[in-house]
Each structure stands twice: as C-alpha cells, then as structure tokens.
C-alpha cells in the first residue's frame, strides 16, 4: 500500500510538473469559442462556448453573450444539453436549437436570458438547422426527405437482411453512407397559441418532389441559404445534381424561392463552378462566393454582387486573393471578408460601389470570423500558441481589443513556444514562407529533432492556425523543432502558386519540402541525424512519397489517412472531382498513365528504409482505410519497424476526446523512440 501511495504522488508531482508545457491532456481543457454576431442594437456580442468531458467522452456548447457597452462577458446557457445554430431575430431576441425537451426543437429567449421559451413541437421530423425570417412571421429549417427505396422497401418479406443495392455513385460521402434521404427546406409559419407565436408544425418543401439537397452536403448547414431582407424570397445552394454526375462535378448553384409564388429560379446559371454562401445586406442586395471552373474545388473563391439591374457584378475579379468567409456592414456600403495572406488569414474591406479595397488587420494571426457594426470589427482571432478568442478591432483607431479571456488563465500557466517566419530558396529559384516553431525555454547551444510537418489539402493554407490534433505548438512543446513550409500549392500566395500543385503532386512540391528541411538542418540547434516527418490526408500522402525519395534525410515517418496507390484510391473514392482535376482523370486513360505512375507512393516502396506508423479511420471514405491497410503492409513486408494505428469510428479526422487523447500518445511515443527529444 505504502509503494501504491508513494507512486501516486509521484505521478501527481510529474503531471503537475508537465503542465508547464502544453500536453495532449491540456488541449481538451481548452474552450473552443466560435460565432461573434452582433444584435441588431450593436449592444451585445452572441457566441458559443464548447467544453469537452474526457472522462465522459463528450463535449458541450453554451451560449454567451458580451455586453458591448461594459466589456464584461456572461453565458445564457447552462445546461448538459448542447445549444446551436444561435442567432439574431430583428427584435433583438436570441433563437437556437436544443435537445431539452423532446428532440431537436427550436427555442428563443431575451438578450439577457431571460424569457426562455419553446418555439416548436415537431414530432415526426429531424431538425437539422434553421433561420429565422426578419419580419418574425416564418422559419426556413432543414429537414430529411426520404428520396429512395431502401432494400427493406424493395422485400418487405426479408426484415432481416442486411444489404446495401446501388446503380450509382455517391453511394457513401466523407463519413457515412447514403442514408436514402436527401436535406429539404421547409418554411414553416408562425402561428397564434396560448402560449404565444409558435413555429408551425407542418412547412412547404421548397424542394417538393426533388431528389437534392437544399444544402451542400455532407458539411453544408443554414450558412447556405437566406432569406432575403423583405423575407419574402429565399436564397439557397444546391448541386442539383445525382450519382456519377454529383460525383464529378462542383457546379453548385444559387437558387431563389418565391414564397408567396411558390416559385423557384437559378440565379447562377452561367457560372460552372461552386456558388455558394449567399448573404443579402440590409438594403436587400445579394453577394456569394463562387468559383469558376466546375471540378476545381480550391479554385479561386470571387466575392459576387447581384446588382440592382440583375446583372452580376464580380466584386474581386482583380484581386489575386481567394475569400473564405464575408460579412455586409449594415450600412450596404462595404463588405468585410476573410482571406489567406502570406500564411496568415486577415480581414479586407471592399467597397461595393467603386471596388476599392483595403487590408484591415495584420500581425501573425489567423481571424476566423467576422461581424460589423458601425465603425468596429467583432472577429475571432487565433495563432499557433493561442486557440480563438474574440476580439474587437476598431476601423477609425486601428486598434484591437480582446474580447473574452476564456483561455487565458490556461495560458499563463504554460510555457508556450516561439514561432518565427522563414524565408528560404526553393530549387526552382522561388522564395518560400517556413514557419518554424521553436520548444518552450529554446537554447540555441543545444541540439534539438526536427520535425517537417506536411499540410494536408492539397491547396489548405499553412497558417497561424490552432489544431486540436495537429497542433504544432503541442510538437514544439514535446521537445521538436517544427518546420511547417507554406509549399506548392497553398493559397495566400497568389493563384499560381495555389494552382502548381494540380497534376504535379509529387513534384514541385516535394522538392519545396525537402528544401525547408534542409534549410532548418543547416542550422547548428538542429540534430540533422534526428529527423521526422508527419502529416495527414495529401501529408500523409506526402510522408509515403518521401519515404521513398528523401535519400536517408529522415529517421521516422507518421502517415495519417494519407494516400498510397493512386490507382486505388481513384477506384475507392467518392468526390471524383476531386481526383479528375488534380490528376487529370482515371488511370486507365494514356494521356494520365505517366502521372499515376510518376507520383504514386506506392511505385517507391523498394526504397522504403525507414520506421513508420500509419494512422486511418474506418469511417473515412475520401482516403478509404486500404490505403493506410496497404502502406503498412508493404512496411511489414519489408522488415520495417512499422505499426498500424487504426480508428474503426473516426473518419478523415480524429474528433472523440479520448481517440484522440490516444492519437496523440501513440503520435509522440512513436516519435520517441526513434528521435528521443
């Protein structure tokens, strides 16, 4: 007993003595704080606030909101049932989504907390998201429409059988099979009561009879439709489109509704690629994002205006930027948008008559959202040592404020580590952005291992962003130097240096990776004979590449769901655009033949020497588990010291608590063991 006693205290002096630097146990401690909209009254700022149990193996989310006028922040909501889709009515009223009753139903409540009522009573429907109209008098939600027969349907005699029959493609998508349904808006009225104005049980199907989704699924939700500002139409996003065709195609497209004519039309007939996102200002104009070419889907993202005389203004046709999100400022004069920069995401403004623009913010951060009210920015700002908080940043003083302090206490208590941009010389004369992430207390005199970190996407920004998984600060803090290169084919850089990746995967930009590690390991802190790469989806495939042509550069490999036999992985995936665009098509063709041969990882595998471990997800469908099944069989076949990590219920990521937790332990135990930190 005595021994039991003396081991567990010192375990408790070890953990406490650990959480002077950042651990995997620590990043689930962390509140992960999203949204930031403003009331109508520009009073008060709504947000989410989301805690994770390990223990329980589950998280929460609260509502909160910040008094503008004080400074001082509050939760609305404290309850052990998650709420979501929070939102502004033009009343000034909080409306949300919960499971406090019976299923999913719509609530609202005052700005203060108060007054917490039940909007709805579906009982037969699923409510998967909604919005509120701004004359208060209806609501648009998404709901599951059966769509086709399923086997049971088909031999009602055979209760028991347990069978899929398909004809098609996109029979599964990223995470899930076809469930038989597709995602339909319903407008549903509100209706008198005693107990005041309800949500209507029963809507009008503004896809009746459609065989489509009125979102853009697996991930799309009530960011892709809107009423407009008289709430008399509704504006949504949808790919109209089945099976083979769905699969080979990003031609999205935004459509309006009537509702008192029951009336629907294309708004973006013309345009090839995705249209999405749409959102009208208070003065009732349209603006989206869209794309150009159909199949790309990291094409450039244009900021598009649908002006008063119905014709389509592209707002950003001139500026070599790609946006991922937008906001109007209720004046109708401007908007602010989002886009990566030089390994950074920061807020721009563009003046919708006369298409000036402006950058907004700087520094070396990441802005994830972004609300305006009169002369003040409300956005969520993240970095690489700082997960998401919310800020205010003032146009007229150029000066920001934080907002909520929801981590800050975790942070001070931590020694976190440093992170400096590097400029090196690629072997094509280019100049690339490195992010080099330095551990906790760094002393130059001393040797340390090196990590390359290979970013996934292809064409995802290598920014100041926060993982909960593959966060580089965590790296930094187990003892490794990072090193992040911004190579071919990320945005921020200009569409050419995005676009070099297509058709070239384990080209340019191979060459771009094995430039920043040799950069790094020139410098006298780095042990070159203590080298690693990681990465997951194209960074794992990325890690099988290099394993097969960094010529003894590297000590150890980590491949998470990466791809490892093109062929294969063409013949297994889903989104075939995907694939057609950045490999030019099917492998059996002659004119792609070279591509699938040339960068291929699996063509390389003879010159595999050195320790791996393979992470895959049963669940995900983009990369199917036999690619990571295949890389690892290859490493055993070869005497390889090698080991397969695999999650039967995770997908193309790792998102339960403690499967995580679990990643993260294998993760650093395997880079342990051959780098030892």
């Not at 979501?84 to 139903?105: F, I």
């Not at 699923?126 to 109209?133: D, M, P, R, S, V």
């Not at 780095?526 to 495939?541: H, M, P, Q």
Request: glycine share 8%; with cysteine; proline share 5%.
């Amino acid at each position: 007993m005595k021994m039991m006693l003396l081991s567990a205290c010192m375990l408790t002096t070890t953990i406490l003595s650990a959480q002077e630097f950042l651990t995997p146990e620590l990043l689930w401690k962390f509140k992960r704080i999203s949204g930031g909209t403003v009331s109508p009254d520009g009073k008060h700022l709504l947000f989410s606030q989301r805690t994770y149990n390990l223990e329980q193996n589950k998280g929460n989310s609260d509502l909160y909101v910040i008094d503008l006028k004080t400074g001082k922040s509050r939760p609305l909501t404290e309850t052990p049932f998650s709420e979501m889709e929070a939102q502004w009515a033009s009343d000034g009223s909080v409306w949300y989504m919960s499971t406090e009753t019976e299923g999913l139903q719509i609530w609202k409540m005052n700005a203060d907390g108060t007054g917490k009522k039940q909007c709805s009573h579906f009982k037969e429907l699923e409510l998967e998201g909604f919005k509120i109209a701004p004359d208060l008098k209806s609501v648009v939600t998404i709901e599951a429409v059966k769509v086709r027969k399923t086997p049971a349907d088909k031999y009602p005699d055979l209760p028991l059988a347990n069978a899929r029959i398909e004809e098609d493609l996109m029979y599964r998508h990223w995470d899930h099979y076809d469930d038989y349904m597709r995602r339909h808006l319903f407008i549903h009225k509100m209706e008198s009561s005693s107990e005041g104005e309800m949500v209507s049980s029963y809507g009008k199907d503004l896809l009746m009879g459609e065989p489509y989704d009125g979102i853009l699924g697996p991930h799309g939700g009530s960011e892709q439709f809107c009423y407009s500002s008289d709430s008399k139409k509704v504006v949504y996003t949808s790919k109209k489109k089945q099976g083979k065709d769905f699969a080979q195609s990003t031609n999205s497209e935004l459509y309006e509704y009537d509702i008192a004519s029951a009336q629907t039309r294309n708004l973006t007939e013309g345009n090839k690629g995705y249209d999405n996102y749409p959102a009208f200002s208070a003065q009732g104009y349209l603006a989206w994002l869209a794309m150009a070419h159909d199949g790309f889907e990291s094409d450039k993202n244009e900021l598009k205006l649908l002006s008063s005389d119905g014709k389509i203004v592209n707002l950003t046709k001139d500026l070599d930027l790609s946006i991922g999100s937008f906001c109007w400022h209720p004046d109708g004069q401007r908007i602010f948008f989002i886009a990566p920069t030089k390994g950074t995401e920061q807020i721009f403004v563009i003046n919708v008559k006369d298409g000036t623009w402006k950058q907004v913010t700087s520094g070396q951060y990441d802005y994830v959202s972004v609300a305006a009210y009169e002369e003040t920015l409300y956005a969520g700002r993240q970095s690489m040592v700082e997960p998401t908080e919310l800020f205010s940043v003032s146009l007229k003083k150029q000066k920001v404020t934080q907002l909520t302090e929801a981590n800050s206490q975790l942070l001070k208590a931590l020694k976190m580590p440093k992170v400096e941009e590097r400029w090196v010389e690629t072997t094509d004369g280019k100049k690339m952005l490195v992010w080099m992430v330095y551990p906790p207390n760094f002393d130059p005199s001393k040797k340390y291992p090196a990590l390359l970190y290979c970013n996934g996407g292809p064409q995802s920004p290598v920014s100041q962003f926060f993982s909960y998984r593959w966060n580089l600060a965590l790296m930094a803090s187990k003892g490794y130097i990072v090193v992040a290169p911004n190579r071919r084919g990320l945005p921020g850089f200009g569409q050419e240096w995005n676009d070099a990746i297509s058709k070239d995967w384990g080209g340019q930009a191979m060459k771009d990776y094995l430039a920043a590690i040799d950069n790094a390991s020139q410098e006298p802190y780095v042990d070159e004979t203590r080298l690693g790469a990681v990465g997951a989806s194209y960074g794992g495939y990325s890690v099988y590449m290099l394993a097969g042509i960094h010529e003894n550069r590297f000590k150890t490999f980590i491949a998470h769901c990466g791809l490892f036999n093109l062929e294969s992985w063409y013949g297994t995936t889903e989104e075939l655009f995907f694939a057609n665009w950045d490999h030019g098509g099917p492998y059996w063709l002659d004119v792609n033949k070279e591509n699938y041969r040339k960068f291929s990882p699996h063509n390389y595998v003879q010159n595999w020497n050195t320790p791996i471990l393979v992470i895959h997800g049963g669940l995900d469908y983009r990369v199917p588990e036999s690619e990571g099944m295949q890389a690892f069989q290859a490493a055993q076949l070869k005497g390889l010291r090698s080991r397969y990590l695999y999650f039967p219920t995770e997908s193309h990521w790792v998102q339960s608590p403690q499967n995580s937790i679990l990643w993260q332990r294998e993760f650093f135990e395997w880079l342990a063991t051959d780098l030892h930190p």
